[in-house]
């Protein structure tokens, strides 16, 4: 479709209610996997029949690849964004840009950061890590120092995405459409060959699981979504959407069951499965008739959901026992749908009115 074609297309606002129901799917199997065994033995334990235990345990191990997920979603609705903003205008407002991501991610992200350093019963936040979380490089401090003994080393994955969100809309101004495609397809190319290399060697996991380079398959394939689509949405009867979402959540399970205790050399090949899942899990969702208002609702606080859960799983671990299942887990997920609403209107609500002010295609209303 031609240029101009496209900009008839453009509209004033793109949101996409649908996809919010699928933020909070990719919260929700990170807190599967901070919050149940993935240890068969452990739910044969609590008297569940094997065969069950098992693919629980799949799912528990699974669920780390919500992640990925993220990245896709975040890659597709930027780029979108930005897409239609350079079609609108001719060009894209660095300045506008950045104001709106500082606007989104800041606020939430630097609170959680002083509420770690600051409240020491909750795990302390070691001060070695601390540059390199305000510098948005937390991934990094955490492959080159180990994994930090905090609830707030969650953040790993907002500074991924933060150095996505610093090149990115430079890439998009500057480029072609069938260069954009070029460039995600090297993306998912460098992550893939990355993953193989880290397989061969002697590294801790976190080399494979939080470097920036061996993520980047989930935002090339974000960004292939948005480029390929250019402007439109996927159109699929309801039947194959839903073929799409069970084959999705298959094989996010069966990522799962390649590397159930993240080990060598199956972690390298689990990631591709998850991302191919998370693919279609995209696709089945993506201008999809779903948009039940709990799911839209919960997903659009999704951010706060992700980062306050481990926060809220450490509470209720004091409170509770984390022996005591599934009141454990119940007691988890209750904090962590208390905490985010409150932290949504009254911390991040109105950086998010002020973030509207620079919005060239308005996005989702706060």
């Given at each position: 479709m031609a240029i101009y074609a496209v900009r008839e297309q453009v509209k004033n606002s793109f949101y996409r209610p649908e996809l919010d129901c699928l933020r909070f799917l990719?919260?929700?199997?990170?807190?599967?996997?901070?919050?149940?065994?993935?240890?068969?033995?452990?739910?044969?334990?609590?008297?569940?029949?094997?065969?069950?235990?098992a693919f629980l345990a799949a799912v528990a191990s699974s669920g780390r690849f919500g992640v990925t997920?993220?990245?896709?979603?975040?890659?597709?609705?930027?780029?979108?964004?930005?897409?239609?903003e350079k079609y609108a205008t001719g060009t894209i407002n660095l300045r506008a840009f950045y104001l709106r991501r500082i606007?989104?991610?800041?606020?939430?992200?630097?609170?959680?950061?002083?509420?770690?350093?600051?409240?020491?019963?909750?795990?302390?936040?070691?001060?070695?890590?601390?540059p390199g979380f305000l510098l948005l490089s937390g991934n990094w401090a955490q492959v080159m120092l180990g994994p930090m003994p905090s609830w707030a080393s969650i953040l790993w994955s907002v500074s991924i995405e933060e150095q996505f969100y610093l090149i990115w809309p430079t890439v998009?101004?500057?480029?072609?459409?069938?260069?954009?495609?070029?460039?995600?397809?090297?993306?998912?190319?460098?992550?893939?060959?990355?993953?193989?290399?880290?397989s061969t060697k002697n590294l801790p996991l976190a080399v494979l699981w939080e470097s920036t380079n061996t993520n980047?398959?989930?935002?090339?394939?974000?960004?292939?979504?948005?480029?390929?689509?250019?402007?439109?949405?996927?159109?699929?009867?309801?039947?194959?959407?839903i073929a799409l979402f069970i084959d999705g959540l298959a094989l996010f399970v069966s990522a799962g069951t390649i590397d159930p205790e993240h080990q060598f050399p199956f972690a390298a090949f689990s990631?591709?499965?998850?991302?191919?899942?998370?693919?279609?899990?995209?696709?089945?969702?993506?201008?999809?008739s779903l948009k039940l208002r709990p799911l839209v609702y919960l997903g659009k606080i999704s951010y706060g959901?992700?980062?306050?859960?481990?926060?809220?799983l450490t509470i209720a671990g004091l409170i509770i026992g984390k022996d005591r299942f599934p009141l454990f887990w119940m007691a988890g997920l209750a904090i962590t749908i208390t905490l985010a609403p409150l932290s949504y209107r009254f911390l991040e609500s109105p950086f998010l009115h002020l973030k509207g002010r620079f919005a060239v295609i308005a996005s989702r209303p706060v």
């Open positions: 990719a919260f929700f199997a990170v807190y599967l996997t901070h919050s149940l065994p993935h240890n068969p033995e452990l739910w044969v334990s609590h008297r569940i029949p094997r065969p069950v235990a997920l993220f990245f896709l979603l975040s890659a597709y609705l930027i780029t979108a964004l930005l897409l239609r606007l989104r991610i800041w606020p939430l992200y630097f609170f959680a950061l002083v509420l770690a350093v600051c409240w020491p019963w909750l795990g302390r936040m070691p001060l070695r890590y601390i998009v101004r500057g480029c072609s459409r069938r260069t954009l495609i070029w460039v995600a397809t090297l993306l998912i190319v460098i992550a893939n060959l990355s993953r193989l290399w880290i980047l398959d989930s935002f090339g394939i974000g960004i292939l979504c948005a480029v390929l689509q250019n402007g439109s949405i996927p159109k699929f009867s309801r039947w194959a959407r990631f591709p499965v998850a991302t191919v899942g998370s693919l279609l899990l995209f696709l089945a969702l993506c201008g999809s959901l992700y980062v306050y859960h481990k926060l809220a």
